[in-house]
């Protein structure tokens, strides 16, 4: 199937643009190229190729959520300009 000129008009109509008779020889030209390419694609030989919603393996990669070691709290907290209650305390920004 290749593109027409009629069809390149009437999808430019479509989107409400107005095309040079040069501009529809391009864009004509480059749609039948693309509508090429794709009706190459349904000659690809993929009997045996199993289905694949995804071109990786996909796996879950997260971890256990396992209770481990933190940081201590008062090395951390020994450099802020101001504490309160074992947390960083920051002015009001919010009324």
Not at 8 to 36: G, P
Not at 49 to 74: G, M, W
């Amino acid at each position: 199937m290749s593109v027409s000129k009629e069809d390149v008009k009437h999808i430019a109509k479509l989107s409400k643009l107005d095309l040079t008779e040069q501009e529809l020889e391009k864009y004509t030209n480059e749609l039948s190229s693309i509508v090429d390419f794709a009706n190459e694609l349904s000659n690809i030989d993929v009997e045996g190729v199993k289905p694949t919603a995804h071109i990786l393996d996909i796996k879950n990669v997260f971890r256990k959520d396992e209770v481990q070691p933190s940081y201590d709290r008062e090395e951390i907290l020994k450099n802020a300009p101001s504490k309160d209650a074992g947390c960083v305390s920051v002015p009001k920004v919010v009324e």
